[in-house]
């Protein structure tokens, strides 16, 4: 089993509409978490950082849910420019900033 | 606009060939790392270094080596290139405190052996 699961997508949707990605993680010494976006045969970008509140970016709201091991990412309004890939990453304990990701989930925006 | 390099972008060359994939960053970070990512799947970490002379092998097994002689530097040896090692060879960088601290890629290079 992937330490960081994440459905492969693609989700297909329309300019406007709100896409919601979810992943799991099965590390508990997992401390801090992120979504990275990757576009097409380029590098990995950090979009955003989750904490345990929960946070928003504009159009971007993630959510944590520690005891279920669950992070979500909720892109309203969408945009053509949001297709991409979206990681999921996960920090786990210990000295050297060690990431995990998830094999990302694909978002195609279509006029 | 993240300041971290890579050389070559793209790298096709034979089996048996010694490469070296060049990796650079002007931010100062003592952490970097180096990842290999087939095309869907997730990054897998092959190398890290804390800094200077420090460097430690990733989670996945490589053939590769490397080696941290100046800060801004950390360069990756392949003795001798087998098709198996074709995959897309990411860098990154990150300051050394904090659990949110974030981690900055270069471009990658794109390795096929033939």
């Known amino acids: 089993r992937k330490e960081v699961e994440q459905d492969p997508g693609p989700f297909n949707v329309p300019e406007g509409a709100t896409v919601a990605f979810n992943c799991t993680y099965s590390n508990s010494a997992s401390q801090s978490f992120f979504w990275y976006r990757q576009d097409c045969r380029k590098e990995p970008k950090l979009l955003m950082s989750v904490y345990s509140s929960g946070n928003e970016d504009g159009r971007f709201t993630a959510q944590l849910n520690r005891a279920s091991q669950y992070i979500s990412l909720l892109i309203r309004d969408s945009k053509l420019s949001d297709s991409a890939t979206y990681l999921c990453v996960v920090r786990v304990s210990g000295g050297y900033n060690k990431l995990i990701f998830g094999a990302g989930t694909r978002l195609a925006v279509h006029p | 606009e993240a300041d971290i390099y890579q050389t070559p972008r793209y790298l096709v060359i034979g089996t048996g060939k010694k490469i070296t994939l060049e990796c650079s960053q002007t931010m100062g970070h003592d952490k970097m790392y180096w990842y290999q990512q087939d095309p869907g799947m997730e990054l897998h970490l092959i190398h890290y270094?804390?800094?200077?002379?420090?460097?430690e092998k990733g989670d996945l097994s490589s053939e590769s080596t490397v080696s941290r002689i100046r800060t801004e530097h950390f360069p990756l040896t392949l003795e001798s290139a087998r098709p198996s090692h074709t995959s897309q060879y990411l860098c990154?960088?990150?300051?050394?405190?904090?659990?949110?601290?974030?981690?900055?890629f270069g471009p990658g290079t794109r390795l096929t052996v033939l």
């Open positions: 990154a960088s990150s300051e050394y405190q904090g659990s949110y601290n974030e981690q900055f």
């Open positions: 270094s804390y800094g200077v002379n420090s460097t």
